[in-house]
């Protein structure tokens, strides 16, 4: 019988991989993006400015916070490094300015992300100042986490499986239909049967990548039996054909563990703020936008947080 894998965490529930929306990348686009056209033909290139572009300056600030996002090798000229670092700096301004000048910047899809990554860079920071009150976990913190989490650490696997993606139907209840399937190709036989449409792959299946309760769950499955993961508007049926177990590593274990549990020690602070947040505003929503009934104090994270607290600021 085919068993299927609710997850409970919407947002990190992919099978394969998931990408995640880097804030680090996008840091400099928003200060750029959000800083103030200045002109005048008093500007000169010293002290704190590097150099001067149609009137804007370029401060060393910019060119170290630049540096401080590059993989700098060990022993490379660091005069060599800045002066690069600042001609990706003029060049990116010349194009930006290009685009102010076509207008782009007064097009309301540029708006709309400019907030993005401006709200997106204000969380990731706010996140980062809770996280300074945050004590640094000791030996054996660490110690309960890593066997607490077996799948990210002792017994982390990567399983090669074989997946049918399809669209999810709008009443999930059509899926019971895949229940009789006991191979992969039973899922697809049904699903064609549904007139439901599918694509076929390979793919690999990192334990670290899927939250522990599922990994649970797929672990206890017996050889050969598939599984189906609705995550939002696709499903993954899967089936696990092979598996390789990742050697564990106590050294590097360590500050993967202290990264993760300050990690989950911030997103507990931002999502109590949120919480704190929400009950003191005043939000009016169009009929048919509002969200359902708020959950109890043990729902799940909302993503925004998890964006916040994993990705660098650099």
Known sequence: MIRF??????????????NTVSVKKSTLLAVTAGALFLSGCEKTA??????????????????????????I??????????QSALQQIVDRRLLAQAAKESGIDQDP??????????????????ADKAG???????????????????????????YAVDQLIFPAPAD???????????????????????GIKFARKSAQMDSVQVPPAMMAQIVALDPGEPFVIPTGATVTASVIKGQQKVPYD??????????????????????????????????????????PAEKSE???????????????TG
């Not at 894998?5 to 998931?18: I, N, Q």
């Open 250 to 291: 106590a050294e590097k274990a360590g500050p993967i563990a202290v990264k993760a549990i300050r990690n989950e020690e911030m997103a507990k602070i931002m999502k109590q703020r949120l919480t704190e947040a929400k009950a003191k505003a005043e939000i009016t929503y169009q009929t048919g936008f509002a969200p």
């Open 298 to 312: 043990a729902a799940d994270t909302p993503d925004v947080i998890k964006k916040a607290v994993e990705a660098p």
């Open 5 to 18: 894998v609710f997850l409970l965490d919407k947002t990190s529930g992919e099978v394969t991989m998931v």
């Open 109 to 126: 899809a540029y708006l709309i992300r400019q907030r993005q990554l401006s709200e997106a860079l204000l969380v990731r920071m706010y």
């Open 172 to 194: 999930l209840a059509e899926l019971k239909q895949l229940e009789v399937a006991k191979t992969l190709e039973d899922v697809g036989g049904i699903l064609t049967k549904m």
């Open 46 to 71: 010293e002290g704190q400015v590097a150099a001067i572009v149609n009137g804007e300056e370029v401060t060393l600030q910019e060119i170290n916070a630049a540096l401080g996002e590059a993989n």
């Open 73 to 82: 090798p060990e022993g490379a000229d660091k005069d060599v490094l800045k």
């Open 132 to 158: 300074t009150t945050i004590k640094v976990p000791d030996q054996a913190a660490i110690d309960r986490y890593t066997e607490a989490n077996p799948f990210t650490f002792a017994n982390r696997t990567i």
